[in-house]
Every structure is written in C-alpha cells, then in structure tokens.
C-alpha cells in the first residue's frame, strides 16, 4: 500500500517536474513546480518527515513560490516565443543529463540491507552493531516527544551555532534584496 | 525496519530523476526565470535525498533540509531582486541579451 502510493506521488512529481522545464511560459513554469513541491510534500509525510512536510508547503510551496509569482507578474513578459536552445545545446543537454542520470540513478540500489551486508563484509571502517542506532533513536526520540521534538532537539542542541548563522544570512538576504530592487541602482 | 525504509531506493532515485531535470532545465532554456525555477528544483531533489536518508541516519538529516530551505529563501529573495534590476536596465530576461561579462 505505502509503496503503490509512493509511486503515484512519485509519477506526479516526475511529470510536474518535465512539464515545468519545458513549459512554454514562465507563469506556467512556476506554477507546475508548486504543484512538484505539492508531490515531495507528501513524499516527505511517506518517509516519516512530517514536519518538513509541512514545512515545505508553507515555506516552499507558499512563500518561496509566491515571490516568484510576484516577480513574474511585475516584469509582465506576455506571452513569449519559446525560450529553448539550439538543437546542438539540445544535443549537448542530452548528453550531460543522460550521464548524470546514469551516474546519479545507481542510488537506486541503496537499501539498509545492502548497506548492512557491505559494512559486514568490511567491519574495520564501521561496526556493523553500531550502523542503524542514529535512526533507531530517532524514532524511538519521534514515538516519545513527538515529531516536531524529534527535530527540535538536534536543531537547538548540536546544530545551535548554524541555526544562528542562519539569521545573519537571513539578514544580510533582507538587506541586499531591499538594496538591489531600489530603483536607481 | 520500517514500512517506509524499503523506499529508501526509490526515493533515492527519485530525487536522481528530479535533480538530472533541474540540470536539463538549466541547460536548455535561456528565460532567466526559468532558470532559476530549475534551480529550486535541484535545491528540493537534494531536500529529498536527505529526508530519505534521515529515517536511516537519525534526525541530523532533517535538520539540514531546514538549512538548505533558507539558504533557498536567501537566494530566490536576491536572485530574483538582481533579476528585477537587470530587466530594468534591459527590458530583457532572456540570457542572450545578458552578456555582460562576455567582454
């Protein structure tokens, strides 16, 4: 059942995701990537990341994909010819994207028991006793404080230097986005 | 084990497809804008790629997609304002007219 579901959300995000690179319009660009946004967004509730589900719709589908909506509309580019490259571009697109996905679709094959089995083979880099306990105590951490506290406490305990970081990055995001769209620049 | 980690492969090659078609974007089109719409789709394909992983490595995974989800907020806030400005000078958003730094 988890899976049958898993591959028609995964469908929805493919077809989302080619009708967005190859759709005509910028407007229309924008709006089949909410709709892949959508389909990872319930991806995200399958693999046991309900917050980040949730995360994503208001964050990414929401603010992010507004202020491109916005931005689309300011610049009001009607309705334009097609922005596509030359076939030697096409031809060269193809090329690269066709050994990437190669390269990148042998992750296909990772499973906990693959992975359990070459760490066994080899236990001098890893014990093979010690390999799944992270997620193990993750959802033990889910069951008893919940899912937002499963991620509350790494976020505020190990990760607090970064998430501080965040806010000047966020800050100096605020600032240069005011400066650049002043008018005289 | 769990139900969901026996999709831990299918995600990982789905986020593979999701990310081989934000780089095929990049490479195809020329309206700035699209560009960078191709550019959030790689940005969530690797947001996939660590979620699939964090029910296998704990919740550190998790964590990092939050990071990643405001370095893309930063980054669509003053990439779309440089893009507002440079359609202002140009009355263009296609990349052929942006040459700037061709020399």
Redesign the interface.
């Known amino acids: 059942m ?2 049958a579901v ?2 028609i959300l ?1 469908a929805c ?2 077809v989302t ?2 009708m ?2 190859l759709s005509r319009s ?1 407007m229309s ?2 709006l089949w ?1 909410t709709a ?2 959508l389909s ?1 967004a319930a ?2 509730v ?4 309900e ?2 589900a949730a ?2 719709v208001l ?2 589908a929401g ?2 994909m507004v ?2 909506l916005f ?2 509309m ?2 009001n ?1 009607g309705h ?1 010819t097609t ?3 030359g076939p030697a ?2 031809a ?3 090329v ?2 066709g050994l ?2 190669i390269q ?2 042998a ?6 028991a693959r ?1 359990a089995g070459e760490v066994a083979q080899a236990p001098q880099f890893s014990d093979p006793a010690t390999l ?1 306990v ?2 193990q ?3 033990e ?1 889910a069951v008893a404080r919940g899912v937002v506290g ?2 509350a ?3 505020f305990q ?2 607090l230097v ?1 998430f501080e970081i ?1 806010s000047i ?2 800050l ?3 600032v ?3 400066v ?2 002043k008018r005289r ?1 | 084990m769990t139900d969901s980690m026996a999709l831990l492969g299918p995600a990982l090659g789905l986020s593979a497809i999701l990310f081989t078609l934000g780089v095929a974007g990049v490479l195809l089109r020329r309206n700035v804008i699209v560009l960078f719409v191709c550019i959030e789709l790689m940005l969530n394909a690797v947001n996939l790629t660590f979620v699939a992983l964090a029910q296998l490595h704990g919740a550190g995974g998790q964590v990092m997609v939050f990071f990643v989800m405001t370095v893309a907020a930063a980054e669509a806030a003053v990439g779309l304002a440089i893009i507002l400005a440079i359609f202002r000078h140009k009355q263009s958003v296609d990349l052929q007219n942006i040459n700037l730094l061709r020399g």
């Open positions: 988890t899976e898993f591959y995964a995000a493919v995701a080619t967005c690179i910028a660009a924008v990537l892949t946004m990872l991806l995200y399958l693999l046991s990341a917050f980040v995360i994503q964050v990414y603010a992010v202020l491109f931005v689309v300011l610049l580019l334009p922005d596509m490259r571009s096409v060269a697109t193809i690269i994207a990437l996905a990148l679709f992750l296909w094959r990772y499973t906990p992975l799944f992270a997620g105590i993750a959802r951490e499963a991620v406490a790494p976020l190990i990760y970064p965040t990055l966020l100096a995001a605020i240069g986005a005011v650049l769209a620049i």
